[in-house]
């Protein structure tokens, strides 16, 4: 998924003229950067994001020496933003390495668009979290926490294991949700527009499929609500 994405996109800036030649022999340049506190996080244009819970917040760049400069980081109402200059949307480079590496005491909210992916290089634990996907990125999350909402659009992937009391998760518009080794107590799901969804619940599911998505469930919880229309389906797997 993740080779097809850039493919695509390397294409589309071929066919469209924009591109800009990648020239060999850059070399990455780390950057330390300097924020203020956050308990939230918005990630962009393809770059990548590896997050640790930590006992500080740390902010740590790796770039393509002559893109680095191009890579913003600012905290804006208690939330990190990770972005490239949209002047320079097409001096960017295929195959320019764009990394952030992101240390969190507080995690409630994370945000990816636009081709980023996200991962958590070790368990991420709190109260509350919501996770928002959309425009092909990709998050890969081992969570703890009591309550957790996801939402996945626009052709994103999801894959989340753990354990939470509450799950709430909503997939639409191709977008895949693989959440059958995350530990949910009580589970509303609903995919919507061809896409995918896995969960596993052990106490109450509330699942609705529509336009061609599929539901798939995991554990022996009662039923509360099964809705399938326009050719979705709610599926219980062993």
């Given at each position: 998924?993740?080779t097809?994405k850039?493919?695509?996109?390397?294409?589309?800036?071929?066919?469209t003229?924009?591109?800009t030649t990648?020239?060999?022999g850059n070399?990455?340049k780390?950057?330390?950067r300097?924020?203020?506190?956050?308990?939230?996080?918005k990630?962009?244009?393809?770059?990548?994001?590896?997050l640790t819970?930590?006992?500080?917040?740390e902010?740590?760049?790796?770039?393509?020496?002559?893109i680095?400069?191009e890579?913003i980081?600012?905290?804006?109402?208690?939330?990190?933003r990770?972005?490239?200059?949209?002047t320079?949307w097409?001096?960017?480079?295929f195959?320019?390495?764009?990394k952030a590496?992101?240390?969190?005491?507080?995690l409630n909210?994370?945000v990816a668009?636009?081709g980023?992916d996200v991962?958590?290089?070790?368990t991420?634990?709190?109260?509350?979290?919501?996770?928002?996907?959309?425009?092909?990125s990709?998050?890969?999350?081992?969570v703890i926490?009591?309550?957790?909402?996801?939402d996945?659009?626009?052709?994103s992937?999801?894959?989340v294991?753990g354990?939470?009391?509450?799950?709430e998760?909503e997939?639409?518009s191709?977008s895949?949700?693989?959440?059958?080794n995350?530990?949910?107590?009580?589970?509303?799901v609903?995919?919507?527009?061809?896409s995918?969804a896995?969960?596993?619940v052990?106490d109450e599911?509330y699942?609705?499929?529509?336009?061609?998505?599929?539901?798939?469930?995991?554990g022996n919880p009662?039923?509360?609500?099964?809705?399938e229309?326009?050719g979705?389906?709610?599926?219980?797997k062993?």
């Open positions: 998924m993740k097809f850039k493919l695509f996109i390397f294409i589309f800036v071929a066919i003229g924009f591109g990648v020239y060999a070399s990455d780390t950057e330390i300097k924020v203020k506190k956050f308990n939230a996080i990630v962009s244009a393809g770059i990548d994001l590896y819970m930590g006992n500080s917040e902010v740590k760049i790796v770039a393509d020496n002559d680095i400069d890579l980081t600012d905290v804006k109402d208690g939330t990190l990770i972005y490239m200059k949209k320079n097409f001096s960017w480079g195959n320019k390495s764009r590496f992101v240390s969190v005491k507080e909210r994370i668009s636009s980023s991962r958590s290089e070790n991420l634990k709190g109260e509350n979290l919501e996770v928002k996907t959309s425009s092909g990709d998050v890969v999350l081992d926490y009591k309550n957790f909402s996801l996945s659009s626009s052709g992937d999801a894959k294991s354990k939470v009391k509450t799950f998760a997939a639409s191709g895949d949700i693989k959440a059958q995350l530990e949910s107590g009580i589970c509303r609903k995919a919507s527009s061809g995918d896995s969960v596993n052990s599911l699942a609705k499929a529509s336009s061609g998505a599929d539901i798939r469930y995991y009662t039923i509360k609500e099964i809705d229309s326009s979705g389906d709610v599926t219980k062993k």
